[in-house]
Each structure stands twice: as C-alpha cells, then as structure tokens.
DNA sequence: TATAATAACAGTAATCGTTACTGATTACGA
DNA sequence: TCGTAATCAGTAACGATTACTGTTATTATA
C-alpha cells in the first residue's frame, strides 16, 4: 500500500530546497531542476512538492500573493514578506502561539494554531527607495 | 479622471455583504445578487468586490482555501477558519499588533502590520463530530 | 431638458497556478 | 530476473480570477 519509491527528481528537489533561503516557488524550482534534469515535468515538481508537505519535509507557504512558496526549513518560524519587491524572509523570534489562548477566550471551538506573516519593507527595498521628505 | 459612479449593482454587493457574517466568496455574492438582478454578471461581482476592496469599504481575506472571501466589518478584528467545514468566524479579541515588535528586534527591515488568522474545530463540528475514546 | 463623455455593464474569452489523466519507465521486493 | 506498482513526462483539464468588447447607464454640462 503506496510504498514510497525513491525518485531522483524527488532527491534534486529536496536538495535544491535546502540550498535556498528564498522560499521558492513551484515555477522556481523548475526552472532551476530543469538544469540538471532537462526533461523533468512541471507536473512532477507539483506533485513531489505536495507529496513532500504532505510528509512533512518541507512547509508550503500560502501567502496573500496567489501562488505558493515553499521552504525546507520546518521548525517553527515566521516570516516577512516585503510589500515592494515581493520577498520572503526568515525572521528570527520567539513563539508568539500565546496569542492562541488570547483568540481562544470569547470563542466556543477549539483553537489549534495561528497562520501569521508580517508585512512592510525590506532593508534592500528601504535604501533603494527615494528619502522621503518629512 | 476616473469619476466614480453610481451603479445598482455595486450597492447590492455592498448591501448584500453588509447582512452577512460569513465572509462569502465572490461566487457566494454572485449567486445570491443573482436573485435581484438575475443578469449581472460574474466580472461585474469581482470588478466590484475589488473596487468595494481598494476603497477600503470592505476587506479581502486571503485564506489558506485558495478563494478570496470578503467581509463588510473593515473594523480590526481576526478570523477563525474550521478545518472540518471551512466556516470562517469572527473572532472577539484584543488586539495582537505587539506582536510587530517581537518580529521587528532583530529584523532591519520595517514592519508595517501582520496578517494572522486561527484554525482548528468549531462548535457545530466539535458536537457533530463521534466523541472521541481517550 | 437634451447632449456628450465616459464609467459601468453583460457576455465571453483569456490567463494563470495547479491538478488530473495516460501510457511509458523505473525502483525494488520476491 | 521478474512482476508489480510507484513515478515519470507530456499534456489536457480545472477553477478562480482578470481582460476584452461592444452596449447601456450615469452624470456633468450646454
């Protein structure tokens, strides 16, 4: 019953995940497998990167941008998303899941976690960008 | 340049979104505003919702569901979305925005706000739901 | 009030990210 | 080595959303 096999396009996928720090796309990881394996299918990229979130290896990332990212790195962590140039950053922070008991104190179902992102602007974005006159 | 101007359909979006508490998709308000004028059209209900959106008259809710809900209360508040049904819930608590500031201490970049929402069970699923054997 | 300009419309086609299908290929236990 | 089933490449289909087109309705102005 669904043994899973070993594939080398699954392999270079997980490998290239673990390279970035960007939390790629599924377009972006195809482009960049297609380097090394020229006939890959995007459909195959699809589908290994649901079978891997599904596994737990890797966290697919539902931003507010349409399309998902995914990131190799699954602990826990949050991340920013720069409202100029559209990247994805790691940010480094305590636990913030407190705010579970907080959502769950007016509320009669039951509360298991939270999606949070931050938004705003980057470091490259904010120096890139004309002074503002204050 | 670009005059704003009235149109019946666009007020019963606005209407119809107003008497509603479940943050309904864009098909949801189609459907329904179908009932008063029965040849309104789909891109008439998402140009609207969009136009309603950048005005700030209404909020547009990017869920992890892949379809955009929306939701005439622009006051600040948070969601509950069940993973069982998928109902997405009004969540009465204080606000979470110190939560900026922990992701901004070792963070250079500037953040603006966040976007969080709560999932897990709600009441109607939790008393549906077989009791569970502990 | 009549007219002209143009926002908004209905209907439909196109787009885009993602998923499903199909027949060929590959991994791997017996 | 062989059989089976997972995985593949290629492609078609899908669903949400957006864009296009010719028509209609709103509103400023004459």
Redesign the interface.
Known sequence: MATLKYSRQREAIKEFLATRKDHPTADVVYQNIREIYPHISLGTVYRNLTLLSDLGEILRL?L?D?VDHFDADTSLH?H?I??DCGSV?D????S?DH??A??G???????????????????D??LSKPMEIS
Do not use: W
Request: aromatic residues 16%; glycine residues 10%; charged residues 20%.
């Open positions: 539902r507010s349409g949050y920013f720069c409202k950053i940010l480094e922070m305590d913030i705010i579970n907080s959502a104190r007016n509320f009669p179902g039951q509360i298991d976690g939270n999606v949070t992102y931050f938004y705003g602007t980057c470091k974005c904010l």
